[in-house]
T-cell receptor
Framework: NAGVTQTPKFQVLKTGQSMTLQCAQD?????MYWYRQDPGMGLRLIYY???????DKGEVPNGYNVSRLNKREFSLRLESAAPSQTSVYFC????????????FGPGTRLLVL | GDSVTQMEGPVTLSEEAFLTINCTYT??????LFWYVQYPGEGLQLLLK?????DKGSNKGFEATYRKETTSFHLEKGSVQVSDSAVYFC???????????FGKGTTLSVSS
């Protein structure tokens, strides 16, 4: 089991460019999540998908879109990148139940110039 | 809404010292509580969890007890090692929630 994988590991964009962050899990989990991590802010939820075919906004959704392509994959798209979106992005997944563990990917470091 | 507050860092300790990182929460009902650890350059890993009041989570010498009366879930370790240097995050998931809500993280630095 690879767990949760993310690509790319690191990306530099210019303001206004677009890109898609990819995430996949091989644990047959129903729920998947995208967070961003900024210094002194902890992790903040961008979007989540409770099950295949559904997506919902989190705390900081502006400037992002998501696609739950199938049960395994959940992508995050930046349509027009801004310097404020410079961050580390983490994908996570969970099987279900409030006490169930959430598993995280290794992260994507994004720098927007 | 639900929230988590954890002590500001950084926390700097010598090897074999006692560690406490305070965490308090605000939530309705009975949330599940978690501690995650992030080593430099890596993602988050679950350290321990507790799903009901008075439960004690433990792992790798770390412990935390779910205290409903004080809405707290403080992390403790009796004797820290250099390898424990990392960022520690307290988190909760509410009864009706799906995503974790995180504190801002506490950086621990242990020197030999």
């Amino acid at each position: 089991n690879a767990g949760v994988t993310q690509t790319p590991k690191f990306q530099v964009l210019k303001t206004g460019q677009s890109m898609t962050l990819q995430c996949a899990q091989d644990m047959n989990h129903n729920s998947m999540y995208w967070y961003r991590q900024d210094p002194g802010m902890g992790l903040r939820l961008i979007y989540y998908s409770a099950s295949e075919g559904t997506t919902d906004k989190g705390e900081v959704p502006n400037g992002y879109n998501v696609s739950r392509l199938n049960k395994r994959e959940f992508s995050l798209r930046l349509e027009s990148a801004a310097p404020s979106q410079t961050s580390v992005y983490f994908c996570a997944s969970r099987s279900g139940g409030t006490g169930e563990t959430q598993y995280f990917g290794p992260g994507t470091r994004l720098l927007v110039l | 809404g639900d929230s988590v507050t954890q002590m500001e860092g950084p926390v700097t300790l010598s090897e074999e010292a006692f560690l406490t990182i305070n965490c308090t929460y605000t939530a309705t009902g009975y949330p599940s509580l978690f501690w995650y650890v992030q080593y430099p350059g890596e993602g988050l890993q679950l350290l321990l969890k507790a799903t009901k009041a008075d439960d004690k989570g433990s792992n790798k010498g770390f412990e935390a007890t779910y205290r409903k009366e004080t809405t707290s879930f403080h992390l403790e370790k009796g004797s820290v090692q250099v390898s424990d240097s990392a960022v520690y995050f307290c988190a909760l998931r509410g009864q009706a929630g799906t995503a974790l809500i995180f504190g801002k993280g506490t950086t621990l630095s242990v020197s030999s």
